[in-house]
């Protein structure tokens, strides 16, 4: 399976090109439209700022209601209606607002505790790391799939059909995050 990576040009997406390799994919970089059509899936990566972010992703919204696309960090607060970061719009995919989080240290960096809510194939319960600065806050979304608690409680990870975000790094999470990485392409390749 080929699975193109977004890249934003602001942050170093080898992580994640390594774990999709792990994972069985055929990585590949993409940097416009046309070469992610000829992709099976997407991922947004989480690196950058938000503002160059979104500068580049909004001319992939329509990759992204097409194809599977697995979002992370930067790339799943993308998916949303705006950010506090930059001030910007997000995609819109979900609702939603990306505000800065309320946390004892900020950013929130390190492993910590995921609490899955809702089932799903892709998303399993457990420890992942994290780091971030802003999220989503926790409340009620039908497409709201798990959740961390800091100071309150945040969207860790949100789906709906083939679009699946994550605000932790899959691709920094060990064994866990691999096999999530497996699942998503195993789910992807149906």
Request: with cysteine; aromatic share 10%; hydrophobic share 40%.
């Amino acid at each position: 399976m080929i699975v193109g990576v977004v890249d934003y040009t602001v942050g170093n997406i080898g992580s994640v090109l390594t774990a999709l390799k792990r994972a069985g994919a055929v990585p590949v970089v993409v940097k416009g439209v046309e070469e992610a059509g000829r992709v099976d899936a997407v991922v947004l990566p989480g690196v950058g700022t938000y503002e160059a972010a979104y500068a580049l992703a909004r001319q992939f919204k329509e990759v992204v209601l097409e194809k599977p696309t697995l979002a992370i960090c930067l790339g799943m607060q993308l998916l949303f209606e705006s950010s506090e970061e930059g001030g910007g719009q997000g995609l819109g995919v979900f609702k939603g607002r990306v505000e800065r989080i309320k946390a004892r240290k900020v950013p929130n960096i390190g492993w910590r505790y995921t609490h899955v809510v809702k089932n799903s194939e892709i998303i399993a319960e457990g420890y992942y790391y994290y780091l971030h600065s802003y999220g989503v806050r926790w409340g009620e979304n039908e497409a709201y799939t798990a959740y961390i608690k800091l100071e309150e409680k945040y969207v860790a990870a949100v789906e709906r059909g083939h679009i699946i975000g994550v605000q932790f790094h899959p691709e920094r999470s060990g064994r866990t995050g691999l096999e999530l990485i497996k699942r998503f392409l195993a789910v992807a390749k149906r």
